[in-house]
């Protein structure tokens, strides 16, 4: 494997005296789309917290283009070309679509992503502009959470449960636009639920349990059998 | 204009500042320090005293106030309460007990008569800096990428964080130009009445009381509600001049009473 964009070694998380990781081992080649599955409280989420900065570790817990970030800030990181999507959108109420995408360019990243590029990518957030963030259907949010995401022209983006609360048409477009964000060369990793989603955009999957890795392979040539046991933990 | 400062801070970084009545009065010191070496104008002391309260606010929000910012409340209004206990000592050790007053010459009792009415021109000076101010303020906050910055922060923090903001530097700033505004009102404040080292918590009063009754978060508001207390307390001293502190603070009572969530309550999702 060519020197890896992002590693973690050993990766411990905590909410307190509540550990939710344990030595999570992780690695993924530039360029490539990493699927994270698991049920509700495998640590998903806090393994992206972790990655981006939002919760604080050991500084070579996690490595970021060769630098260890694991003690970093979630805006150092950011600057280093780290983006995420957070689970249930988040976007910022009192901004409007498109001070909201502003705010995800701000870093000046260079890179194929402007205010043109996303309205490209989805037509419609160019017709509500100037609405309220929070005047915009769930799906339409999710859309900005991406191009906000986006908008920092980042090197590895983070996916935080993009289905989550969604029509089924609208999760099938949004999926159908990610091809499009990381085809030319910027790496992923989506959290994701909906297993069969998961497998289909991405090349290798990692499946958390109780904050371990209880599986890892490509994505084209692991069995579903091999998933329900990684997944639920029974045979 | 005191309480816009106030307003600004709590709409920001969700801080309750007890020391913010001490800091107006601060730099009213400052002022006449500048004035009393200097000579100049009280007014043109602004330039000076401006900077400088903006530039304590910057570093007392990122040495200090940053550490105690968290999900908690208590500890930064514990801080700011120390705060206020240890200017007002500085003030009475460095300044005396003495009430003190900046001279602006003629400018005081200079007034003009406006339809039979004659207005003093020192009021209507700070009334037209107030609106200025708020002006430059509400422009600022929603029509640049600062303004952005900062009601993305104040959203949610945590997301700020990750679109490459640093929340610390951006509290320190929302801080310094709170303060850099505040240090307007005390040197106004300088000029029209006397002060001593303790008149910062009778202040800040009064600032909380605008900024409620003009709902948390919203400059108009809170221009509009320090117009309100002014009306009510000139009216209750026209009754009786033992009436003009009660009625501003009875004109507060009635507003909660009516409307909990002040006047104008910031729009928020």
Not at chain 2, 77 to 102: E, R, W
Request: aromatic share 8%; charged share 15%.
């Amino acid at each position: 494997m060519p020197d890896p964009i992002l590693s973690l070694k050993k990766l411990d998380a905590f909410y307190g005296d509540f550990q939710a990781l344990y030595g999570v081992d992780m690695e993924m080649a530039e360029g490539e789309v990493i699927a994270i599955i698991g049920a509700n409280g495998a640590g998903k989420s806090t393994l992206l917290r972790s990655i981006s900065g939002l919760m604080s570790n050991e500084s070579d817990q996690v490595n970021f283009l060769g630098k260890g970030i694991g003690a970093h800030r979630a805006d150092e990181i950011a600057a280093l070309g780290l983006a995420l999507v957070p689970e249930g959108r988040q976007l910022f109420p009192s901004l409007s679509v498109e001070e909201n995408l502003l705010i995800g360019g701000r870093l000046n990243r260079k890179g194929p992503w402007d205010l043109q590029s996303v309205f490209d990518l989805f037509p419609v957030l160019k017709e509500r502009r100037a609405y309220p963030s929070t005047a915009l259907s769930g799906g339409q949010q999710q859309m900005v959470a991406i191009g906000r995401a986006l908008m920092a022209n980042p090197d590895l983006i983070l996916f935080d449960e993009i289905s989550l609360g969604l029509a089924p048409v609208i999760i099938k477009s949004i999926y159908d636009a990610l091809p499009g964000i990381v085809g030319d060369g910027m790496s992923a990793i989506i959290v994701e639920q909906d297993i069969s989603k998961a497998l289909s955009v991405s090349d290798r999957v990692y499946c958390l349990m109780e904050g371990r890795v209880t599986l890892k392979g490509a994505a084209d040539s692991i069995s579903r059998e091999a998933i329900s046991h990684a997944y639920f933990g029974i045979d | 204009m005191f309480a816009a400062g106030l307003s600004l801070i709590f709409g920001v970084m969700r801080l309750v500042n007890i020391a913010h009545g001490d800091f107006i009065v601060l730099s009213a010191y400052l002022g006449l320090t500048v004035v009393a070496s200097t000579g100049m104008h009280p007014l043109l002391a602004l330039i000076i005293v401006v900077p400088t309260m903006a530039a304590i606010g910057y570093f007392l929000q990122r040495g200090i106030l940053n550490q105690t910012l968290g999900d908690d409340i208590l500890p930064p209004l514990l801080v700011t309460f120390g705060l206020s206990v240890i200017l007002q000592n500085l003030f009475l050790a460095g300044y005396s007990a003495d009430p003190q007053k900046m001279d602006a010459g003629a400018l005081e009792t200079a007034s003009v008569s406006v339809a039979g009415l004659s207005l003093g021109i020192l009021p209507l000076l700070t009334f037209g800096i107030a609106i200025v101010v708020i002006a430059s303020l509400q422009y600022m906050f929603f029509c640049t990428s600062l303004g952005r910055a900062f009601r993305a922060v104040s959203d949610n923090q945590d997301i700020a964080q990750l679109m490459g903001l640093n929340k610390r530097h951006m509290f320190g700033l929302a801080m310094g130009i709170a303060l850099g505004v505040t240090a307007i009102a005390g040197i106004l404040l300088g000029i029209r009445t006397s002060f001593d080292p303790t008149a910062g918590s009778a202040r800040l009063i009064f600032g909380f009381e605008a900024v409620i009754i003009g709902g948390l978060g919203n400059l108009w508001g809170t221009l509009a509600g320090g117009i309100i207390l002014g009306v009510a307390q000139t009216i209750g001293a026209k009754i009786d001049p033992g009436w003009q502190l009660l009625s501003g603070h009875i004109a507060f009572l009635i507003v909660l009473a009516i409307r909990p969530q002040g006047l104008f309550p910031r729009v928020s999702g």
